[in-house]
């Protein structure tokens, strides 16, 4: 599956003791013409944890606090590709921006 990275929105400061909230990007899937906007991204000491859009809301019965996914496959198959193609591409966009300087160059500026 094809995924490209279309915008990266770099965070302000929101960090906590677990990880860094890095930014938040623009993805587009171009084989089935739609593009993803909201994929967070934070880096904790393992690595990068992407994150899709979610909503909160709550239970009718339970009256709690639930959070889904705003954007799934129906095949489970192809929704674990699209994860797996999401975390490579989020993953190596964010290493060739560290590689290049820009990430840190924004952060001297700061």
Do not use: W
């Given at each position: 599956?094809k995924?490209?990275?279309?915008?990266?929105?770099?965070a302000l400061?929101?960090?906590?003791?677990?990880?860094?909230?890095?930014?938040?990007?623009?993805?587009?899937l171009?084989?089935i013409?739609?593009?993803?906007?909201?994929?967070?991204?934070?880096?904790?000491?393992?690595?990068?944890f992407?994150?899709?859009p979610?909503?909160?809301?709550?239970?009718?019965?339970?009256?709690?606090?639930?959070?889904?996914s705003?954007?799934?496959?129906?095949?489970?198959s192809k929704q674990?590709?699209?994860?797996d193609?999401?975390?490579?591409?989020?993953?190596?966009?964010?290493?060739?921006?560290?590689e290049?300087?820009?990430?840190?160059?924004?952060?001297?500026?700061?």
């Amino acid at each position: 599956m094809k995924i490209e990275i279309v915008n990266f929105y770099k965070a302000l400061h929101l960090d906590n003791k677990k990880s860094k909230f890095v930014g938040t990007m623009r993805v587009r899937l171009p084989e089935i013409g739609i593009e993803i906007l909201g994929v967070s991204i934070s880096k904790t000491n393992r690595g990068y944890f992407i994150c899709l859009p979610q909503k909160k809301g709550f239970d009718h019965v339970t009256k709690n606090e639930i959070v889904y996914s705003v954007f799934i496959f129906c095949d489970k198959s192809k929704q674990k590709e699209f994860m797996d193609c999401l975390i490579k591409a989020c993953v190596d966009h964010m290493l060739k921006l560290t590689e290049s300087g820009l990430e840190s160059q924004e952060e001297a500026k700061e």
